[in-house]
């Protein structure tokens, strides 16, 4: 809806209604208007996320950061460790990857009934997200053709490093054709980081983050210029640049050095402002160097300083405060979750995680995500080491093993509320804070932020108890691990269960 067309019915409404009553429609429509101008629900196709090289960071980690954003009406954020599993080998000729005797075991993060929604991190310590990026091809792939949902799935169980997982990924775009407008993954291991980009069809580019800089993708593609040449630091579709020239969207003599990102998007895709300006607001609180929005974002950069896991969580809870873009005026004018500029965290971010991946200590304890269910602002992060044997009571809603078949087949009953599982509870902590979203966020913010920091301070200690036991009994350090992460996550849930309570009772008074 726009400002002429809301004159237009009012100029209709003119002749035919009396002059009180237009006083009235005009004043409604007038804050219909203000609404729109100011709120808007985000777009679905979202999620934001930052990649950094492990000499980027203070521990020395590989550490990847994501918001999953997912618009509509059914969610449900579902936690699975999965175990490995003996495959059948496929005799099929054309099947474009090698057999494998067993897959891997990983963690799930699955948001049921959603193509794009699910994360993963395997025993290798491979994590891979993605966010939805479109390209300009629009050779329609036939229905049921081509791959989406099961690539990142089949990373999950078969890669052994990020460069692999990417080399596995491009094998499958290549063989089948990848059925969405677009996509960008973020994929990390201990050792490195992976931005891959993906057009429909069968055309891909990846590029490596270098080991000190950092990466920040929002809904556009990122990789520039690109040279397939330099394998250490480029892996790609052959032909990519040829067949932008054949399409029409590239001319070398007119159009000078190949830009993966502008050739390759959707028209108004790559200038877009929701994704310009997220990528620009990840980047300037990160960067050493100041960016302006309207400067030519890099694929990555220097950090400031060498990051901390309180650095990313503070990004991914982001709603431009303190710039010229945040339409709340310091929450004054209600929650920055629903503004018209689209904001890094947003109503429709289902879950966040911070991946913090290590390869200098046992693989029992390296790899972790800490994660937070539903709006980061308003919910806490903790750890979820990927070695836990089984997620707390409660998380996970169905059966592990039978999840990717039924993935696409839940019952509207199974997205209803029920006070038996935690994801419910955190998301009503959100809805409560977004109704009076000023006065009730410092509240929140004091709870976590205490919570988060002392699961921070104790880190070290705690991991140093499982150094000394997993020399000893590795069976029962992975139980004290799992315990760990149970006993984190029920009082999480706990807390913010008396969140809720306390702002309930604030309410009465």
């Not at 890669?159 to 990390?188: C, D, F, K, W």
Request: overall charge positive; hydrophobic content about 35%; proline content about 5%.
């Amino acid at each position: 809806m726009n400002f002429s067309f809301i004159c237009g019915m009012f100029i209709n409404m003119r002749n035919q209604i009396r002059s009180g009553q237009l006083a009235v429609i005009c004043a409604l429509f007038l804050c219909l208007f203000l609404s729109l101008l100011f709120y808007s629900y985000p777009s679905d196709r979202s999620c934001f996320t930052i990649a950094s090289g492990k000499k980027a960071t203070e521990d020395g980690s590989v550490i990847m950061a994501h918001n999953e954003d997912d618009e509509g009406k059914n969610f449900f954020v579902n936690m699975h460790k999965i175990q490995r599993k003996s495959v059948k080998k496929n005799p099929a000729k054309d099947e474009p990857l090698q057999p494998i005797d067993e897959t891997t075991e990983y963690l799930w993060i699955e948001i049921p009934d959603t193509e794009f929604g699910d994360s993963y991190m395997n025993e290798h310590g491979v994590t891979i997200a993605s966010n939805a990026c479109e390209s300009r091809e629009d050779k329609h792939l036939l229905p049921g053709e081509g791959i989406g949902f099961m690539l990142r799935r089949i990373v999950a169980e078969r890669a052994t490093s990020s460069r692999q997982a990417v080399e596995i990924a491009g094998m499958l775009i290549q063989h089948y054709g990848y059925n969405s407008p677009g996509r960008s993954y973020a994929i990390a291991d201990p050792k490195e980081a992976w931005i891959l980009q993906v057009a429909k069809g069968k055309h891909w580019i990846a590029k490596r983050v270098p080991d000190n800089h950092v990466a920040v993708v929002a809904n556009r593609y990122t990789i520039e210029a690109i040279n397939l040449n330099d394998k250490a630091n480029y892996l790609g579709s052959p032909d990519i640049i040829q067949y932008a020239v054949k399409r029409g969207w590239y001319t070398p003599k007119k159009d000078g050095e190949f830009n993966f990102a502008k050739v390759y998007s959707a028209p108004g895709n790559y200038s877009a402002e929701e994704n310009v300006l997220r990528q620009w607001r990840g980047t300037s609180l990160l960067s050493k160097n100041k960016i302006k929005v309207d400067d030519r974002l890099p694929f990555s950069f220097e950090p400031k300083k060498n990051l901390r896991i309180p650095d990313f969580f503070r990004v991914l809870r982001d709603h431009y405060e303190g710039t010229e873009y945040d339409l709340t005026e310091e929450y004054k004018l209600g929650s920055p979750n629903t503004t018209a500029k689209r904001t890094i965290c947003t109503k429709s971010t289902q879950y966040a995680f911070v991946a913090q991946l290590r390869d200098y200590l046992p693989i029992e304890y390296a790899n972790l995500a800490w994660i937070s269910f539903r709006n980061p602002d308003t919910n806490a992060f903790s750890p979820w080491y990927y070695s836990i044997t089984c997620p707390p009571e409660g998380y996970t809603h169905g059966n592990s093993e039978n999840a990717i078949e039924l993935h696409f087949k839940r019952p509207d009953s199974f997205f209803s509320f029920s006070p038996f599982y935690a994801f419910w509870n955190f998301s009503r902590l959100s809805s409560t804070v977004e109704r009076e979203y000023r006065n009730r966020i410092k509240i929140v913010k004091k709870e976590w932020s205490n919570f988060e920091d002392y699961v921070l301070k104790t880190q070290k200690r705690t991991e140093r108890e499982f150094s000394f036991l997993v020399k000893q009994n590795k069976f029962l350090t992975l139980k004290l691990i799992t315990n760990h992460v149970h006993k984190l996550e029920y009082q999480k849930w706990y807390l913010a269960s008396e969140l809720i309570a306390r702002l309930a009772a604030l309410i009465s008074k």
